[in-house]
């Protein structure tokens, strides 16, 4: 029975999150910083998930490419 | 614009997904049992389903804020998988995919497990091979069809594209009777992953309480943007060495399944 929990939630980590979390982990930072910004501050916010996809994008594929490279 | 970017992006993503899920119905009903195989079908078919009429009425009850924000959250997760993937095949640093590849491998597994009667099944490995084969690769574009179509109130268009694409991979299936390997899988999967990112963008951070320059027409700007990027990620990864030396067996050693 635990180990078909186990595998249900390993099933839906895969799905969800995939093979670098940390590519869900910033998305969540930057959505989560925007709706912050936006209902506290009057400045424009459209920029944050932008700018979060060309930092995260890079770093999640160098982290993939690497042991192929070195 | 935006009717005609759901379409292309679930067309895509739905035939991707087909032709990869008939490369396994394919292998389960050409090593062991054509009738459990097409069974199996059937049954992840019917799955999918059932999650569709249950999830549909769900999705489309969430207030539109909190809708984009949580299907722009998991459209961008989902887009930046795909984009990543995509840019490793392109620049060499993972092996394309490759169908034939699958097929045997599929073939060779298919052809060692030893024949099982149950539940009424003449070869439930047959069964479940193609059942998982459908459920799993139809799960994604599940999801995709549906936040696609709820956040642009298009459910029917992105039904439609769904369907013509399992349609057509379907057709092109009876007809060759083998995987369908000169389908240009690894630059469609290249292309839903810039859509995906970009809608996960968009409606994300319209959700979040973001106003995007220029409204919806910010589309049309964010689409060639993210495309230039990855095209740049590509460029900046190559490799030297041919991606045909690395074995496409590698591409599921990393829990590969999706995309």
């Known amino acids: ?42 400045i424009a916010t459209w920029w944050i998930a932008p700018l979060a996809v060309v930092t995260l994008l890079p770093l999640s594929i160098r982290r993939a490419a690497r042991p192929t490279t070195t | 614009m ?15 997904e087909a032709v990869e899920a008939l490369t396994i119905v394919l292998a389960a009903g050409t090593a062991r049992d054509w009738r459990s195989a097409i069974t199996g079908l059937f049954a992840g078919l019917l799955t999918l389903a059932v999650i569709v009429a249950a999830l549909g009425p769900a999705v489309s009850s969430i207030p539109l804020s909190g809708l984009r924000l949580f299907v722009g959250g998991l459209l961008l997760v989902f887009g930046l998988q795909w984009l990543r993937k995509a840019i490793l095949r392109a620049s060499g640093n993972k092996a394309l995919h490759d169908e034939a590849q699958i097929f045997q491998t599929e073939l060779v597994a298919a052809r060692t497990a030893p024949p099982e009667h149950r539940a009424g099944v003449a ?31 298009d459910i029917p268009l992105a039904a439609a594209a769904a369907a013509a694409a399992v349609l057509l991979v379907a057709l092109a299936g009876v007809a060759v009777r083998a995987p369908l390997a000169r389908v240009p899988e690894n630059s469609m ?18 959700g979040a309480g973001a106003h ?17 990027y990855a095209l740049a990620m590509v460029a900046l990864f190559r490799q030297p060495a041919s991606p045909a030396a690395v074995p496409a067996a590698t591409a599921t050693s990393e829990g590969d399944t999706r995309p």
């Open chain 2, 212 to 228: 995007w320059p220029g409204s919806d027409a910010a589309l049309l700007v964010i689409i060639p943007a993210v495309g230039l």
């Open chain 2, 123 to 153: 070869d439930w490995y047959a069964f479940t091979l193609a059942f998982k084969g459908v459920v799993l690769e139809g799960l994604e574009v599940v999801f995709i069809a549906l936040t696609f179509g709820s956040n642009q109130h």
């Open chain 1, 1 to 42: 029975m635990t180990a078909r929990i186990r595998a249900f939630g390993a099933f839906w980590y895969d799905f969800v999150i995939g093979d670098d979390w940390r590519v869900a982990a910033g998305v969540t930072v930057a959505f989560t910083l925007t709706y912050l910004l936006s209902r506290t501050t009057g």
């Open chain 2, 189 to 206: 999967k290249f292309v839903v992953g810039i859509m995906l990112t970009a809608f996960g963008l968009f409606w994300g951070a319209e």
């Open chain 2, 2 to 16: 935006s009717a005609s970017a759901l379409f292309i992006a679930v067309f895509l993503a739905c035939a991707v």
